[in-house]
């Protein structure tokens, strides 16, 4: 499901930037818009990767506000198809989570950027605007980390086993890891249990883990979870 409106309310002063909020929680959709709707123009919302590329691809908006974690393939896969359109749509990442296969994926994907969703509403918007401008912006926290990533010659930015896995064994190794069950897995990923299972096998195959407990610790480690 998305939903796509289209603003009409008259606006006086300069062009407001144009945004896309994409995030598979509409409370929390809903909380952004509140934050940021006097600031920016919000012209269309999307909660999964097909709902995202069809409202970014229509509304060609300015900047696109990016959760990771989407039904469907998550952000990567969003940027990947929206690439076409990149850098005339510039998107921002906007997650919970910090972890390093996630801002590394995003930003070699394409992301201008990565905040974490602690970031105040004010502090959002100048974010915004910094990367409708052409800049790169980074929560305090991860613009060291980010760089020290892509400048490292003797060290992989992602994990080489991580590296294995496909962007929904990922999806499914983080949920897992972070305590669902099959069935709520199944229903946020939108697949079936069978298919949660198939991918939960895959991924202690290749990982070379035992059972479920392996796999959280090992996730845990790598700061996945």
């Known amino acids: 499901m998305n939903a796509t409106e289209t603003s009409t309310e008259q606006h006086e002063g300069p062009p407001r930037t144009r945004v896309v909020l994409v995030d598979?929680?509409?409370?929390?959709?809903?909380g952004v818009r509140a934050e940021i709707g006097e600031a920016v123009e919000v012209v269309g919302e999307a909660d999964d990767v097909a709902s995202a590329v069809a409202v970014?691809?229509?509304?060609r908006p300015e900047v696109v506000l990016l959760d990771v974690h989407l039904p469907g393939g998550g952000g990567v896969e969003v940027l990947r198809q929206c690439a076409p359109l990149i850098p005339t749509v510039r998107f921002l990442a906007l997650s919970v989570s910090d972890a390093a296969d996630d801002v590394i994926g995003v930003i070699r994907g394409g992301a201008r950027g990565y905040v974490t969703k602690s970031i105040t509403g004010e502090e959002l918007i100048r974010a915004i605007g910094r990367?409708?401008?052409?800049d790169a912006v980074f929560s305090?926290?991860?613009a060291g980390f980010v760089l020290d990533a892509f400048a490292a010659t003797d060290v992989p930015p992602i994990d080489e086993d991580l590296d294995r896995l496909t962007q929904r064994e990922r999806e499914v190794l983080r949920l897992i890891a972070r305590g669902y069950a099959y069935k709520e897995i199944?229903?946020?990923l939108v697949i079936s249990v069978k298919t949660v299972e198939t991918h939960v096998s895959a991924v202690l195959r290749k990982l070379q883990l035992s059972n479920r407990h392996e796999l959280t610790r090992w996730a845990t480690d790598r700061r996945l979870v």
Not at 24 to 30: E, K, N, S, V
Not at 56 to 59: A, L, N, P, W, Y
Not at 131 to 134: H, M, P, R, S
Request: positive net charge; aromatic residues 4%.
């Open 24 to 30: 598979d929680h509409r409370m929390f959709r809903t």
């Open 56 to 59: 970014v691809t229509e509304t």
């Open 131 to 134: 990367v409708g401008e052409g």
């Open 140 to 142: 305090p926290r991860l």
């Open 186 to 188: 199944a229903r946020r």
